[in-house]
């Protein structure tokens, strides 16, 4: 059927093609050619069909999208595909970044002045739009580290954001991820580029766009994670004690808790190596010093430890 030549090959899939205009409404149009191989690409409205040539005759079909159905010119069977979902509108991909922090004394949140328009200058979650090679982990572990200049820090997905007008420059899509580090183990990394600056949870600046309500929904899912896993020993030092463990609950809850109750919860946990060292800065007496046992964490992490019992209705 094929010639034995590329141009006598090309005229073919013209008449071809030509034969069968109800099905094909554009010209063939010769995209790359060499000794051995030739590519082939035909636009047909929204399809594009795509043939590789092995030495001038027809050997495979480069399924570049969707396959749709099967259909056959002259006895040889070809793969319809779509290169994009036809009359779909397109939008962007973006990650936000939730990030807190605990100094010893408040819980705090990770932000930056946005360098661009909309809303030039204005306080920010740390983000960055998903680019098309990585996934969406990726592209919030890059915006994390490029940021910040932090790297290995705990990160978990929140959710997405959505609402057609969140970004009044574009219909954007966010999915929204939040970490949780040590304030003084990462202070020195925090990058001067992005102006980021640390805030008291509680004494945050109003944010751009939906950013607020990321936040309230990272909080809410910190306090509900925090009562039944261990996850905010992330923000602690390496040592650390009691009181100071109790304060960081306190600030996550914005409640009090009985010390007594409160000391014997954790230990009870068996998560804690207790130190021969004390902290003798804030007592006389001094409280003895703690480490976290990092097998015993990494077994544990999923386990229902019910540090507090209904974080719902604390006061």
Known sequence: MFAGNIMEDQQLFKGVFSA?????????????????????????????????????????????????????????????????????????????????????????????????????????????????????????????????????????????????????????????????IDINQYKQQITDEYKAEWFPLKDAPKLIFDHADMVEEAQARLRYKAAIHPLLFELLPTRFTIPQLQILFEAVYDAGFDKRNFSRKVLSTGLLVKQKEKERATSKRGAFYYKLDKRKYSAKFHAFLNFVSDPGNLK
């Open 20 to 180: 069968h205009k109800r099905l094909f409404t554009s010209h063939l149009i010769l995209l790359y050619c060499r000794l051995f191989y030739s590519l082939v690409k035909i636009n047909c409205k929204n399809d594009i069909y795509i043939f590789i040539l092995w030495r001038n005759k027809p050997s495979a079909v480069l399924n570049a999208g969707n396959i749709n159905t099967l259909f056959y010119i002259s006895g040889i069977k070809f793969l319809q595909s779509m290169t994009r979902y036809s009359r779909q509108t397109r939008m962007l991909v973006a990650v936000d970044c939730i990030i807190f922090g605990f100094d010893g004394q408040d819980l705090k949140l990770l932000l930056i002045k946005r360098g661009f328009e909309p809303e030039k200058g204005k306080w920010s979650l740390m983000g960055g739009f998903v680019q098309p090679d990585e996934d969406l982990e990726q592209a919030a572990a890059r915006t994390l580290t490029k940021l910040t200049g932090l790297d290995g820090v705990y990160m978990e997905q929140l959710g997405s954001f959505g609402h057609p007008g969140r970004d009044p420059m574009e219909r954007t899509l966010s999915v929204a991820y939040f970490a949780l």
